[in-house]
């Protein structure tokens, strides 16, 4: 496939991932499902009409950064730069499954430590603002980078196909998962059982309150799937536990108008 139609065709299938994963969180968190789970809204407010018009944009300039370094990998891809490999996915249905989470941790580590150096003053000011500038964000905001950002971001394509011996189908799932989390991350609401944070998958696991905390706070929780790194690096904000047991610890509200 020549240069610009895999640039097109890996802008347009990022576009629709991106819209469909932020589509559905935004009418279920703030259409259907906005009464029901109000008690699990981490930050009170609703996000501005504002804040989703800046998200969108800056997501889809986000998107074309995306686009370019990804037709690039594919390029790399092509030449045999890489270690994507084809054939039957399921011919190793271990490694196949061992190359998502290696490929996830992997992003996970990129995601922690970039950020911890997009912290830095200078850094900040002149990019991560951008991403910042929602203090109650949208799963619009899941994309909500600064150009420069959007490159460190996308860095992620090439190191995985580079690192990691993986069949496109793995890449695909790789690729769902860090939307959907990422999304999830953004819409507000914490979604966990309140029992979580006791359990080891709790210390394992990121959630929503965690990063709306980074949002709303701007300094600790810099993870993105995993609180690992937050946890060994001590960098969890220190009211994250309390946070997340008060969000989880809310009533249901009755409904409005019950049934007769
Ligand atoms: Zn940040
Ligand atoms: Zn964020």
Redesign the pocket.
């Known amino acids: 496939m020549p240069f610009l139609h895999s640039l097109l065709a890996i802008t347009l299938e990022n576009a629709l991932r991106y819209i469909v994963a932020a589509g559905i969180a935004w009418w279920l968190a703030f259409r259907w499902c906005r009464a029901r789970w109000a008690h699990r809204k981490i930050v009170s407010a609703a996000p501005s009409r504002a804040d989703v018009r800046r998200e969108l944009a800056w997501s889809l300039s986000s998107l074309l950064v995306f686009g370019l370094v990804g037709a690039l990998t594919y390029q790399a891809v092509r030449a045999g730069s890489s270690r994507i490999y084809f054939g039957d996915p399921f011919a190793d249905a271990g490694w196949f499954v061992a190359s998502i989470v290696l490929t996830i941790a992997l992003h996970d580590t990129w995601f922690y430590w970039t950020h911890r150096w997009m912290h830095r003053p200078r850094v900040f000011r002149l990019v991560h603002r951008v991403?910042h500038r929602s203090t109650n964000?949208s799963p619009w905001?899941a994309y909500a980078f600064h150009p420069l950002e959007a490159v460190v971001q996308a860095a992620i394509f090439p190191l995985a196909v580079l690192l990691v011996p993986m069949h496109p189908l793995a890449f695909v799932v790789f690729m769902v998962w860090q939307i959907t989390f990422n999304v999830l991350?953004?819409t507000g609401h914490e979604y966990h059982p309140r029992w979580l944070l006791d359990s080891w998958l709790g210390k394992l696991l990121n959630t929503p309150t965690n990063?709306a905390m980074?949002?709303e706070l701007f300094r600790g929780n810099y993870g993105l799937y995993a609180n690992v790194w937050d946890r060994l690096l001590g960098t969890n904000h220190p009211d994250y536990a309390a946070r997340f047991r008060a969000v989880t610890g809310r009533e249901r509200a009755a409904p409005s108008n019950p049934p007769a």
Do not use: E, R, T, V
């Open positions: 991403h964000p905001a991350g953004h990063h980074h949002h």
